[in-house]
């Protein structure tokens, strides 16, 4: 794969991953939105069919990684470390431009997010934070336990992707070693989707399951400078967690899997 190739392909997967991600957050949670308060299984397929959509998309070009921990977790299993800057630099610059895409889809929606005349604080018609939208906010505020959560959340979506690399025959594209015209089920990609659900269902409930930094710190920044009515904070005092933790479960998991596998 092509430095281009492999750039285009994270931009281009992450920006789709997003657009979905953020896009399903924005239903739930926005105001005058069809899908308001559908709850967290809602979410979780969102998820799950946001990677299935970005993954499939961004395969051919740059083997649909979308995310650094993922990056990290190959690396480490496999020795190579010179194309790791451009796949998180594709991931990170697809992961804003995806918010950004969500947004303009909801456009009407976030400008809708004012104080209405009669509106009571606390109710169903009061103005909404958004930062859920766009990014990970933790439950309970416990620094340790939040990263513990984001650690282990990660392996648990890092191990299983290396393990579905080792099965050739479920991979995208031509099997390497076999004939011409011998290629993969393509059903990686779909396990790897419904991972990703069972991993929201499971282990998203304390920190709403970053496992991506890109998927959580470029949402962040670009919600910082939207200029969305009542957004709330963007909490940058939290914001090292969801990067820190996914990268050290995408680490542990890589090295793990090289030793044991």
């Known amino acids: 794969m092509s430095y281009g190739d ?9 920006a789709i991953l997003i657009l979905f991600d953020a896009g399903v957050c924005a239903a739930v949670t926005l105001r005058f939105s069809k899908a308001r308060a559908s709850g967290w299984i809602v979410i979780a397929f969102g998820w799950g069919f946001a990677v299935l959509a ?23 299993d496999t020795g190579t470390w010179d194309k790791v800057w ?13 918010a950004v895409l969500a947004y303009l889809v909801y456009l009407a929606q976030f ?6 005349g009669g509106t009571r604080e606390g109710t169903a018609d009061e103005p909404t934070p958004t930062l859920g939208i766009f990014s990970t906010i933790p439950e309970i505020r416990n620094p340790v336990a939040n990263l513990i959560t984001e650690i282990v959340a990660t392996i648990a979506l890092v191990l299983p992707i290396l393990a579905f690399g080792r099965n050739t025959g479920i991979g995208i594209g031509r099997i390497p070693g076999e004939e011409a015209g011998v290629y993969g089920s393509g059903i990686s990609v779909l ?5 990703v659900v069972g ?17 959580d710190l470029g949402p962040r920044i670009v919600h910082t400078f939207l200029p969305i009515p009542n957004k709330g904070t963007s909490d940058w005092g939290y914001a090292w ?9 995408g680490l542990l998991a890589g090295l793990v899997y090289h030793a044991a596998f």
Do not use: C, D, K, W
Request: glycine share 20%.
């Open 6 to 14: 492999i750039f285009l392909g994270g931009v281009i997967g992450t």
């Open 54 to 76: 970005g993954a499939y998309t961004a395969a051919p070009l740059s083997g649909g990684h979308l995310n650094p921990a993922v990056t990290v977790g190959i690396a480490v």
């Open 86 to 98: 451009v796949y998180l630099l594709g991931q990170m610059v697809g992961a804003m431009l995806g």
């Open 241 to 249: 967690i969801p990067v820190v933790g996914p990268l050290a479960g």
């Open 199 to 215: 991993i929201g269902l499971s282990l998203g409930g304390p920190t709403g399951y970053a496992i991506n930094p890109a998927r």
């Open 111 to 116: 400008q809708a997010n004012v104080r209405e």
């Open 191 to 195: 396990l790897v989707s419904f991972l």
